[in-house]
Nanobody, 118 residues
């Protein structure tokens, strides 16, 4: 299963961005869809996750500012990011887990840069 991310960029503090991640492939079903981020010199961290049933889990650092959602018909996950802060600057990665004809998969997107200026 391949993932294609879009929507990163440069924004001023307090601004908004929306990330998208579309999954493609043959004969697969998706369970969890997640967004991770990795800032320079730091470990990759989970930002938000959403299950196939729509249950969500957000990191404390983004609660009330970021919203994860998914469109099951389009196999796409979104991350709406509002009230952005310079500390949100990082490369954001989409992660999708599920099952395909060959077995379980755990796919990562190529990453998209989000830069928040103060």
């Amino acid at each position: 299963v391949q993932l294609v991310e879009s929507g990163g960029g440069l924004v001023q503090a307090g601004g908004s961005l929306r990330l998208s991640c579309a999954a493609s492939g043959s004969h697969f079903s998706i369970n969890a869809m997640c967004w991770y981020r990795q800032a320079p010199g730091k470990q990759r961290e989970l930002v938000a996750a959403i299950t196939s049933g729509g249950s969500t889990n957000d990191a404390d650092s983004v609660k009330g500012r970021f919203t994860i959602s998914r469109d099951n018909a389009k196999n796409t996950v979104y991350l709406q990011m509002n009230s952005l802060k310079p500390d949100d600057t990082a490369v954001y990665y989409c992660n999708v887990r599920g099952r395909a004809a060959v077995g379980y998969f755990n796919s990562w997107g190529q990453g998209t840069q989000v830069t928040v200026s103060s």
